[in-house]
């Protein structure tokens, strides 16, 4: 391609509305730009094409992220996929269009997807503080036993089939299993969460067992995933950590609720008195973001702090006033997070005719069939709720998404996953990822066509039976 | 400081929502978290006060960045200022509570000063689109050849008073005068438009004056800073240049407008066919971050872009309902580009008792008077609009905020301007952009309070009188 203008950017870039961070400050503003067009395309094709055919919309979104990802087209890469800045196409249109110096493009490339990656990690944190916002309190700590029974079948269950049938079954040694064990336990709240609100099934009671469950779930699963990787640098389990999670679990969650229940009307009684624009949205941003750092630098997750600060704003009067304005932030920066979740996942493990896939295929049929069946049936677990929706329950725990990948990253650190059994992990992350926004779908839709058949046939009967059987 | 806890975070937050883009991406998104929450508060606690003592918020907003910034507290700091990651406070304290280590402080520093510079430039793209949808293009297209005579004079009087003023009053050298002189044309149209939709004037016929003349007056720095830039480095002009830079914007503006209003049928008629969630606002903001990347990329502005494609929509039946949803995402990203020039900004040069400061200090003040009257005149430029407020339209081309700042910056690179020169370039840049939102503040007051008292007047006669002054 020929350059479209005799000078080179760099000299008129610098007119960007000010003076750039680093000389490359203006191309790295360019390549965001364009990466945030590639991304909301993506996501806007994905999405309505699923939305065409009755899948959830965000799994158009992830696949709309692997079309555009390090999988298909390189138009979104990531540093850590790839270290030739020259295979991202975002990079090489700035060079052709941009006067992107070929030396300098590494570092423009590298600046451009930490700044993707960011806006992601915003995105989903946006994402958590919506659904935060969206949950009741109460309803939560009333099915939180039955949430917990989930969370720890849905841990156990998967990470005892999940390492004894490699051992068993497939010889892998046991530090391995229990590594390809632990990975199993995961479950992604971001994309079950967004699946629920989609079908608007958030706030109904199977929604917040989901939802409760996702959490207690997350909190296990950061507290497997310090065990095993101990466990596979050291060979032994460091106890001491151990417990730290569990109390910085423990104090943070309950600690950040109670402290701002208490501290809540202070919150909005200052809101009422400021008096310049977006009083209510910045203030409650500080709040998100305050719990997001701490969620983060106690060794939990930056996600989890979100979620607590929503709960504690639904508590308030401001929750509806503040709902509304989230929705086009949400609107602008979630689908940042699942477009590039899919365009980070590397596809091509899938391809059964590469002959070295095949081993990790065999080991990944064996770890599908465990991470579905092991979370589908955690919904057996509820007790004293009847008529619940026990498979939905289940099917909602499947998706183990990025915190699935997670644990992949963490084994390839260490070095105790053998390259057929990381590719193994990686396409049982994939396929739950995938498959559960669809089958959630379907669980929830059977129940509704269900539901409306038992209301036409009694309807024909007693309007106050119709209300009692609604109930 | 002590650790707040037993294990370095960086294993800890491997377990952010997803795998890092580097090994230090996680501590890249607590440093952004930690700098969003400083960047909010400032920019609050700097606008409720000017708000209380009836200045324009965002004047408290680039004041708060100024005592956060790298003049005072240094809780946000950039690269370009200190090469020294630990004079940001914020990395000191990722070091004490996240488990920083000094050897990744830089790198960590670094990215995190790109993310927040990148969103600061969002924040002023997203700006000037919420201007360009709140204007009205036929207003805009009727008083364009006022706000040209007003855009003209005030680039030709401060530059010819500016750079004469310096050649034969302090004896400055040609180039040099030459250069501060430039430096005088700059008007920053996002302080100026964001002051006027604070007043709610924006849509009066002297907001829209400005607004013209100010889009006007950017195109017409860029061709001047380009002239000068190269005057300064080879001594010549190159023609070619200047003609591809004037060519490029009429093209550009006029072509995307043209373009744009026969293509905007069919994009609505998009829009209404998509179902998904945020189908409004994510197919505006591709056409947003599209024609902001054109603008970047043939060498003018980004937010000439955004401008552009508020233009078009605004001509749209979407208007009102996109205007809504972009009011949370402006609230969110708009106040980090004003706190951010105003961390960027290095008050020291201000400060008299440092004897090294005082040439400056006397040139500064002659600039200041040059840059305040050679704007303040331009109102006299506009032509056939009796009554119109001629005062409020030369204050409004007052402020060079970050264009002027760029000045500095190209002067400063190739090495043209003396250190008392640059240093009252940027006391004239940093008092204009200061005083510019209180004065701007004053003069549409004083217009209120006449207009006020004329009705009153009139009030006790016939109430069909008081409608057509009203008008």
């Known amino acids: ?99 992107l110096q070929p030396e300098s493009a590494l570092s423009v490339f590298e600046a451009e997807s930490e700044v993707i990656s960011v806006l992601a990690e915003i995105g989903v944190i946006i994402l958590l503080f919506e659904i935060g916002l969206e949950s009741d309190l109460k309803e939560l700590l009333r099915v939180g036993p039955q949430a917990a029974a989930v969370a720890v079948v849905g841990v156990a269950v998967p990470f005892a089939a999940g390492t004894s049938g490699l051992i068993a079954l497939f010889g892998v040694p046991v530090i391995p299993a229990v590594f390809a064990g632990a990975a199993l336990t ?14 608007q099934r958030l706030s109904s009671r199977e929604g917040q067992i989901i939802i409760g469950a996702a959490v207690l779930d997350d909190v296990l699963g950061i507290i497997v995933l310090a065990v095993v990787a101990s466990l596979a640098k050291t060979g032994e389990i460091q106890i001491g950590n151990v417990i730290y999670l ?11 609720i109670f402290l701002g229940r208490l501290l809540s009307p202070y919150f909005v009684g200052l809101v009422n008195r400021l008096q310049t624009r977006g009083n209510l949205l910045l203030s409650s941003l500080v709040l998100v973001f305050v719990l997001s750092y701490i969620g983060a630098v106690i060794q939990l997750e930056a996600i989890l702090g979100a979620f607590a600060a929503g709960l504690i704003l639904a ?30 996942t590397d596809i091509s493990v899938l391809n059964p005719f590469v002959p070295e896939n095949r081993e990790g295929l065999i080991l990944a049929t064996f770890l599908i069939v465990v991470a579905i069946l092991g979370k589908a049936i955690t919904g057996l677990a509820v007790f ?28 390839s650190a260490t070095g105790v996953l053998s390259k057929p059994l ?14 559960a926004p669809a089958l959630l779908r379907l669980v929830f839709r059977d129940q509704a066509e269900v539901a409306d058949k038992m209301l036409e046939a009694i309807a024909t009967t007693k309007p106050e039976e119709v209300e009692s059987v609604k109930e």
């Open 384 to 411: 004293g709720q009847p008529g619940i929706n026990r498979l939905a329950i289940g099917v909602g725990m499947i998706p183990r998404g990025e915190v699935g990948l997670v644990f992949v990253a963490v084994g």
């Open 186 to 199: 995961a479950t992604s709240i971001g994309i079950t969460a967004k699946v629920l609100a989609e079908l």
């Open 315 to 344: 508590e308030t009067e401001k929750r509806e006033e503040l709902a509304e304005k989230v929705v086009p932030i949400a609107d602008m920066l979630v689908p940042i997070f699942f477009v590039v979740v899919g365009a980070r």
């Open 246 to 256: 569990i109390v910085a679990a423990a104090v943070f969650l309950i600690g950040s």
């Open 422 to 435: 990381e590719a193994a992990i990686i396409v049982m992350v994939i396929l739950t990822t995938f498959l």
């Open 1 to 99: 391609m020929t350059r479209w203008f005799p000078i080179p950017l760099t000299d008129g870039l610098t007119l960007l509305a000010e003076a750039p961070a680093a000389e490359n400050g203006p191309l790295v503003l360019a390549g965001v730009l364009l990466s945030l067009v590639v991304i909301y395309l993506a996501a806007k094709l994905g999405g309505e094409v699923c939305a065409r055919i009755n899948l959830p919309p965000v799994l158009g979104e992830l696949l709309g992220g692997v079309v555009v990802g390090i999988s298909i087209l390189h138009l979104l890469a990531f540093p850590e996929a790839t270290s030739e800045a020259s295979r991202s196409l975002i990079i090489r249109f700035l060079e052709s269009t941009g006067g």
